[in-house]
């Protein structure tokens, strides 16, 4: 029997995956659990773990109607994470022991130039993954400490990295090159790399395959909408633009990232404030985006308080849908027209308000949305245009870890 552990190590979550699969020729993996640690750090942390010891259901919505177990208490740092993840997989009998699993994959977020495909984990690739932490602070430190736990809690079980940066390798240099000094890109690799392509790559197969057409022949805009946000647009398979850049910072606004701004503005800061590099480090990046309008990061906390008036938290929405409405029409421009777009991550997927709001008004474009497909809610793949819309809109749930399954055990 062939079991994958998959861990998404985030900066204030662990979402974790169990999978078998029959036989190593098959790839059909059965999901036997879903977790989530929410809230890593903060008081009102929480733990939650679908599963179901039938091999028989191979979907989160069908694990939902199994078992479930939950844990409200708080969840100090990602080592108390990994321990509990490891306690509820035990309690629900699905996973006696870590040393009974076959591989673990890991998502890790920034691969730079090192790495274009997932590799298996040795010493080095752990130096090279902790020498590019300065490209990703708020997610390769999570990401090696997710990996180091797991090595102790299973020495021996091969480990599998996954890059978010892989997909967007395809990009061009027109996209990726910024309007910088060439010798940064050539010396320091200062460049576009882009980030979530597990998640781009994924819906925009998903897509395909639900649209009855190859991938080869349609042009995509992909939106996926997380506590991490970024939009792609994919032409024929192949990523060639995105939002995000040499770092998770730059794009759409985030939970806590700024997303784009004028890059004069740290100068500013720093001359008028005094403020450091790593304060102003930690201002852009933990202390902005949503979390800086309004002083919230959560979208569904945010939008619990606009419908209760509080004019913060209507602003921080009406900017954050802005910000997709403007990502949607420079990526029409990009692909020369699109056939569908796709709304994914825990606020696309989840959010009819936010994806009305991000399409609204752009029906010279030949996009509107169907309001009333739009607020029905599905774990299945809904397609929300309106009837005279020409572009397609799909809400497709993102699922990395599967994606993240299949290329660890190609790789062991
Ligand atoms: P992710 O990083 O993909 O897990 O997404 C996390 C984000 O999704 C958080 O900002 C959540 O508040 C948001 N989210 C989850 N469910 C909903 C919902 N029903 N409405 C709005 N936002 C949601």
Redesign the pocket.
Known sequence: MIKILVLNS?SS?L?FQLFDMQGAESNHFNLLASG?VERIGETNSSASLKFTSSKAHDTVDKLAQKKQLVRESPVADHQQAIETMAAMLKESGCMVSMEELTGIGHRVVHGGEHFHDPVVIDEQVLITIKKLIPLAPLHNPANLTGIRLTQQKAPGIPQVAVFDTSFHQSMPEQAYIYGLPYALYKKQHVRRYGFHGTSHQYVSKQAADYLGKSISELKLITI?????TSAAAIQYGHSIDTSMGMTPLEGLIM?TRCGDIDPAIPFYLARETGMTIQELDDLLNKESG?KGICGQ???????EQAEQGDNRAELAITIFCYHIKKYIGAYIATLNGADAIIFT???????S??RERACQDLQNLGINIDSQKNSLHSKEIMEIQGPTSQVKILVIP?NEELEIAIQTIKLI
Do not use: A
Request: aromatic letters at 0%.
């Open positions: 985030g979550s979402k989530l996926h909408l997380g506590n991490g939970g949503l990061n959560d979208m569904r906390t945010i939008v991550g825990g606020i696309g997927e989840n959010s308000l936010i993102t």
